[in-house]
Every structure is written in structure tokens, then in C-alpha cells.
């Protein structure tokens, strides 16, 4: 079994979510109380995806998080660099166009989608102003990036609380539901290290996305990004 560190080489995480992938959806339910079904949901209303419109669902996994925007009638591609994730998921959703690919380097033209989006992931990249970057690149002007990722809760005796439950009472939890507990303890360390919501939106606005916003899910737990590319 595989634990990435810190430093996020990308052949070690992407190792570590092939090991994880056959659970990976039922685990994130458990893990996070139920509540990663409702981030899904407001990430999908913030994506606002429409008939015929391209978007780009970035570190996708098995493509739970695609399906809304295929039902909205977009043309949805799952791009993940774990291919256990990709297997699972095109086992599931055969039909998607499923695509491999690194996040600091994206298999795709300039100005393609309409939309790009990527949940829970940017913060497993080892650069994330070069995923940014080419998240930018790939947006055709006047398109949108939407992220979801989790952030640092608002209230302070609530920071604190939620931090004790990250690293005392994940790691066991994970244990019981979970082919790979460790990969969990290193999800925890991630969040813990994440910039906070003002520091995400300044890489977002180094990158080049303009308007840029973020809006407070769970107290914080969870912060959904929006910016757009100028026309």
C-alpha cells in the first residue's frame, strides 16, 4: 500500500488513489458524514453546466463528481493521472470519455472547454499555480473555473475542534473503511497544510482568472473558487 508524503510526487499519489480507488466513494461518504454528497450538489450548481457545453472535470476519479453536468447535457470529459480511478470509473460509466492526464500538464488544445472544474484535487498537485495555469489555458475566453476544495473553517473554537478530528479520529475511522488507511493520514496532513481561502483566491488571480470569488461551505470546512477568463 502506498502513502504519498508531503512533497506530492505525482507518481506516489496517483499510486496511492489506484490503491483506494474501488472504495474511494463509499469511504469520502463515511469520512465526511455525509456531507460530500452536498458539496457535489453546490459544486454543480456553481459549474451551472449546459446542453452542448465542454467541460473539463479534473482529477474526476471514478466520475461521480462528472455525472451532474452529463445530465445537464454538457460533454463532460474525467480527466484523473490515477488509472485505477479511470478503470473503476469507466467500469461504471462506460460510456465517458475517460482521459488520462497530469494536472501541470493537461492532454488538451488551448481554448477548449467551456468550463473547468476540479473537486478535492488541486491540492494533491505538486505545483498549484502550474495546474491553474494550464486550467487557464485549456478555458476558452469568457469561460469558468469552479474549485472545491477543502479550507480552513471561519470560526476559530470550531478550527479547532475540526483539526483534532482530522488527525485523532480520521486515521482510525479510515481504518475501518478503508483498503488504505495511511492514504487517509496523508489526505488529513494535506488539508491541514492547504492555503487558506484568500490565499487560494491570490494564486487564482496570478494565474489569470479575473472575478474572482470564493463562498464558504459547511462553516468553511469546504470553500467553493470561481473565476472566469476574459473574453
Not at 27 to 42: F, Y
Not at 162 to 188: G, H, I
Request: glycine share 6%; with cysteine.
Amino acid at each position: 500500500m502506498t502513502r504519498a508524503s508531503l512533497d506530492k510526487q505525482p507518481q506516489e499519489v496517483a499510486s496511492m488513489f489506484d490503491d483506494v480507488a474501488a472504495h474511494y466513494d463509499l469511504t469520502n461518504d463515511v469520512l465526511s458524514l455525509g456531507q460530500a454528497r452536498l458539496w457535489r450538489k453546490e459544486v454543480a450548481r456553481a459549474v451551472d453546466a449546459r446542453p452542448a457545453q465542454k467541460i473539463l472535470d479534473l482529477a474526476a476519479g471514478t466520475a461521480t463528481s462528472s455525472q451532474p453536468f452529463a445530465r445537464a447535457g454538457a460533454y463532460v470529459v474525467p480527466c484523473d493521472f490515477s488509472l485505477g480511478m479511470l478503470q473503476v470509473g469507466k467500469q461504471r460509466h462506460p460510456w465517458m470519455p475517460f482521459t488520462a492526464g497530469d494536472a501541470m500538464r493537461l492532454p488538451f488544445r488551448d481554448d477548449t472547454f467551456d468550463a473547468v472544474t476540479i473537486s478535492f484535487g488541486l491540492r494533491n498537485v505538486q505545483d498549484t499555480s502550474a495546474a491553474l495555469a494550464e486550467l487557464y489555458r485549456v478555458t476558452k475566453p469568457g469561460g469558468r473555473v469552479v474549485i472545491c476544495e477543502f479550507s480552513q473553517p471561519t470560526w476559530a473554537p470550531f478550527r479547532s475542534v475540526y483539526t483534532e478530528y482530522l488527525m485523532r479520529a480520521l486515521p482510525p475511522v479510515a481504518r475501518a473503511v478503508s483498503s488504505n488507511p495511511d492514504a487517509y493520514v496523508y489526505l488529513a496532513e494535506s488539508i491541514r497544510a492547504w492555503p487558506d481561502q484568500p490565499a487560494l483566491a491570490a494564486l487564482l488571480q496570478k494565474a489569470g482568472w479575473g472575478r474572482v470569488a470564493w463562498r464558504d461551505l459547511t462553516g468553511g470546512i469546504v470553500a467553493l473558487h470561481r473565476g472566469y477568463k476574459a473574453p
